[in-house]
C-alpha cells in the first residue's frame, strides 16, 4: 500500500500553485511512472476521489485496474443550475475566507460535521492536528479548486471496476453524490454505508477495509 501526500500536505512540498485538478492528477501519474507501478487499484476520499476520477479520465486509467471512490466530492462540490446537492458557492467562499483569516476556527467546524457518530476526543484532536499540519495557502487553493471544478464529462470516461463507498448521513459530501456516480460509472458498485458521516473510514473501519 502506498499513501500520496497531495501537494500542500503533510510533509509534501507546498508550492504556490499547482492545486487544479489536472495538475493534481498528473502528480498522481508522475508517481506510479517513477515507482513503475501498475495494475494497481487507485483508492480516494473525498477530493482524493475527485482526483482519482480525473486521473482516470485524463489517463485512461493508466496503470490503474480498479479503482475506489469513498465519500467523493464529485461530480460537483457546489450546486449549479443542473445540480442542486453541495454547497452554494457563496457557502464555499466563507470557507476559503475563512481558511485564510481562521483557519482552526473552519476545520473545528468542520470536524464537527465529519463524523455521524460519536468519537472520542483524543481522536477529534488527531483528526484537528492533521488537518492543521497542512499548508494554509494550499487549504484555501482546494477549496478553490473544489468550488469551481466540475467532473461531469470525466465520469463517462471511467472504464474500469470502480467500487463507491459513501456514508449515508454525509454533511460535507451529500450521498446522492454516490447515487450519482453509481448511475454514471458504467461498471461501479454502490455500497451505503449507514453508520456513517464524512469519515467512513474511521467510523465503519471494518467494512471499509473489506
Not at 70 to 84: M, Q, R
Request: aromatic share 12%.
Amino acid at each position: 500500500c502506498i499513501g500520496v501526500d497531495l501537494r500542500g500536505f503533510s510533509e509534501s512540498d507546498r508550492p504556490y500553485t499547482g492545486y487544479d485538478y489536472n495538475t493534481m492528477a498528473s502528480d498522481i501519474k508522475k508517481i506510479i511512472d517513477v515507482l513503475k507501478l501498475d495494475n494497481i487499484t487507485l483508492v480516494g476520499h473525498s477530493m482524493g476521489a475527485a482526483l482519482a476520477i480525473r486521473y482516470a479520465s485524463k489517463y485512461d486509467s493508466f496503470g490503474v485496474s480498479k479503482i475506489c471512490l469513498i465519500g467523493a466530492a464529485a461530480p460537483s462540490w457546489i450546486k449549479t443550475e443542473n445540480w442542486p446537492y453541495g454547497y452554494t458557492k457563496e457557502e464555499v467562499n466563507m470557507f476559503i475566507n475563512q481558511s485564510l483569516s481562521d483557519r482552526p476556527k473552519l476545520i473545528s467546524d468542520v470536524s464537527n460535521s465529519f463524523f455521524y457518530k460519536y468519537v472520542s476526543q483524543p481522536l477529534l484532536n488527531w483528526f484537528f492536528d492533521i488537518c492543521l499540519s497542512a499548508s494554509g495557502w494550499s487549504t484555501a487553493q482546494c477549496l478553490m479548486s473544489l468550488r469551481d471544478e466540475r467532473l461531469f464529462n470525466d465520469i463517462p470516461n471511467i472504464k474500469i471496476p470502480t467500487l463507491i463507498l459513501h456514508g449515508t448521513h454525509d454533511k460535507i459530501c451529500p450521498y446522492e453524490f454516490a447515487q450519482y456516480l453509481n448511475k454514471n460509472i458504467k461498471n461501479s458498485t454502490l455500497v451505503p454505508l449507514t453508520e456513517s458521516g464524512h469519515g467512513a473510514f474511521i467510523e465503519e473501519m471494518d467494512k471499509v477495509n473489506n
